[in-house]
């Protein structure tokens, strides 16, 4: 029987935890789906990240709502991926922030992402209905911007390139605690089909200059003290090595995309193939690695159809 495309035969309904990983700060979590980080300051609530759709955002509301009555604010969202910022109309927040790289990517490719996501994650998309077009920031920074939540500094910066050329991350320095959305994972496949492999390694440099004693990453669970946090910084950093080397010497050496399809799969399978997403991603991974090896700087649009056509090409 022919393999799944991406995670169409992913079905079943995931578990959902919400762990406190600092005073006032939350992990929403449900097992490799994407994750949502909640900040509650004096008078309202911050959300990093806003799901796929309206429904799913609901389930992070129910979840806020069971800690703090207090109004919903600001809605932060880290790159432009459909899964993670379709959902944001749910919150009713006054402000929605992204970086200005971040809203350029929702203008360049934002309908075609949305598009390709749709066909390759179903299950995140039920209730798709709901959603009422594409999502756009009413605030956007350059380079950092901070928002006080009454007493609260909340610092949302762009530390470097990394899963997009557009990602953010909030830091929270009371409590030494950072949102990293899909720069840092935890027992996940990192998704790199838009990512920037060279330069991944020193965003991971500079996530960890901080010091963070916790993070909330993209997906897994919540990194909770320096040694589980050190211990997922340095295991992203080996996925996307692990991934880039062979894709890279293929190139060199004149080779074809599925030729750096098999050297990636022999690099990675034998360390990552029990993560979360690992088949879904891998596809991606390998051919925006494959680009980038080639001197493609600027990851090319997916669409619905170049997704097929890729994965064709792959099976054979």
Same mark, same amino acid.
């Given at each position: 029987m022919a393999k799944a495309f991406a995670s169409q035969g992913d079905t079943g309904? +995931? @578990? %959902?935890?919400?762990?406190?990983?600092?005073?006032?700060?939350?992990a929403f979590t449900a097992e490799g789906d994407p994750n949502s980080g909640v900040i509650i300051g004096d008078d309202s609530v911050m959300i990093v990240e806003a799901q796929a759709t309206p429904r799913l955002a609901n389930k992070v509301i129910d979840c806020v709502r069971s800690v703090t009555d207090k109004p919903i604010s600001h809605v932060v969202l880290t790159h432009y991926h459909a899964v993670r910022v379709l959902g944001a109309s749910a919150f009713g927040a006054n402000q929605i922030i992204m970086s200005d790289k971040a809203r350029a990517m929702v203008v360049e490719r934002g309908q075609e992402d949305w598009d390709s996501e749709f066909q390759r994650f179903p299950r995140l998309f039920e209730g798709h209905e709901s959603i009422p077009g594409l999502t756009w920031p009413t605030t956007t920074f350059s380079d950092s911007m901070t928002v006080y939540l009454g007493n609260r500094k909340?610092?949302? +910066? @762009? %530390?470097?390139?990394?899963?997009t050329a557009g990602d953010s991350v909030i830091w929270v320095p009371d409590a030494q605690t950072m949102f990293t959305g899909d720069i840092v994972e935890y027992h996940s496949a990192c998704y790199c089909g838009d990512g920037h492999f060279e330069d991944w390694g020193k965003t991971l440099d500079a996530v960890k200059a901080y010091d963070p004693q916790f993070i909330a990453p993209g997906r897994g669970d919540a990194l909770v003290g320096r040694?589980?946090?050190?211990?997922?910084?340095?295991?992203?950093?080996?996925?996307?090595?692990?991934?880039?080397?062979?894709?890279?010497?293929?190139?060199?050496?004149?080779?074809?995309?599925?030729?750096?399809?098999?050297a990636v799969r022999e690099s990675c399978d034998p360390k990552f193939s029990d993560y979360a997403i690992y088949e879904h991603c891998l596809p991606f991974n390998v051919?925006?690695?494959?680009?980038?090896?080639?001197?493609?700087?600027t990851p090319r649009i997916w669409t619905a159809q170049r997704d097929l056509e890729m994965w064709e090409a792959l099976q054979g």
């Open positions: 309904e +995931k @578990q %959902i935890s919400f762990s406190e990983i600092g005073e006032g700060l939350y909340v610092e949302i +910066k @762009q %530390i470097g390139r990394a899963h040694e589980m946090v050190d211990a997922a910084l340095e295991n992203t950093r080996d996925f996307v090595e692990s991934t880039y080397r062979p894709a890279r010497q293929v190139a060199a050496r004149g080779g074809t995309l599925k030729d750096a399809w098999d051919a925006r690695a494959f680009d980038e090896a080639r001197g493609i700087d």
